[in-house]
Antibody, heavy 122, light 110 residues
Framework: QLQLQESGPGLVKPSETLSLTCTVSGGSISSSSYYWGWIRQPPGKGLEWIGNMYYSGSTYYNPSLKSRVTISVDTSKNQFSLKLSSVTAADTAVYYC??????????????WGQGTLVTVSS | QSALTQPRSVSGSPGQSVTISCTGTSSDVGGYNYVSWYQQHPGKAPKLMIYDVSRRPSGVPDRFSGSTSGNTASLTISGLQAEDEADYYCCSYAGSYTWVFGGGTKLTVL
């Protein structure tokens, strides 16, 4: 059974960089069949897609966050990571990692991590 | 890229049917057959309920169905049950390898 687990600091200071890692178990992040993505949810609000990446390193970002976001992969550890720079209180959210098919003509996020709350505060 | 528009809340009694709408544009919902729906219970991760507009993943009851008309997608839940009470989010492919979610709808089972 595929599992995704987010990890990283729960508190980040304003103007600093938020860094999170998603560890994938029960499957290979190097599969050509999937993208791997980050989605966030501010407290009491809706979901926002942050970006997707392919195991080869190709990345795709939400235009509204593109200037501050970097998603990268470490295939040796079966992990992918999110960095969001120059954070403000508006970046306070539960951050989820998720899997997305890259082939087969279908579109969805099927496996999700449990989510991790990141608070931006001094 | 603006969030898809969903009603803030809907409600229904057990056994009834409810429909949640998700309105976008011709650049997302209306442009692709790639709308998915997610159920989220409090404190939990979203769960995929419908994908590719109307397809159900294995294990999702056939009480859940999806459709589109123009720039609006809809999720219909028939035979409402207490455990269906949750937040529901739509998501659409928006072109150029980008995706957009709806603002979410709170379903209350009366």
């Amino acid at each position: 059974q595929l599992q995704l687990q987010e990890s990283g600091p729960g508190l980040v200071k304003p103007s600093e960089t938020l860094s999170l890692t998603c560890t994938v178990s029960g499957g290979s992040i190097s599969s050509s069949s999937y993208y791997w993505g980050w989605i966030r949810q501010p407290p009491g609000k809706g979901l926002e897609w942050i970006g997707n990446m392919y195991y080869s390193g190709s990345t795709y970002y939400n235009p509204s966050l593109k200037s501050r976001v970097t998603i990268s992969v470490d295939t040796s550890k079966n992990q992918f990571s999110l960095k969001l720079s120059s954070v403000t209180a508006a970046d306070t959210a539960v951050y989820y990692c998720a899997r997305h098919p890259a082939k087969g003509g279908s579109d969805y996020f099927d496996y999700w991590g449990q989510g991790t709350l990141v608070t931006v505060s001094s | 890229q603006s969030a898809l528009t969903q009603p803030r809340s809907v409600s229904g009694s057990p056994g009834q049917s409810v429909t949640i709408s998700c309105t976008g544009t011709s650049s997302d919902v209306g442009g692709y057959n790639y709308v998915s729906w997610y159920q989220q219970h409090p404190g939990k991760a979203p769960k995929l309920m419908i994908y590719d507009v109307s397809r159900r993943p294995s294990g999702v009851p056939d009480r859940f169905s999806g459709s589109t008309s123009g720039n609006t997608a809809s999720l219909t839940i028939s035979g409402l049950q207490a455990e269906d009470e949750a937040d529901y989010y739509c998501c659409s492919y928006a072109g150029s390898y980008t995706w957009v979610f709806g603002g979410g709808t709170k379903l209350t089972v009366l």
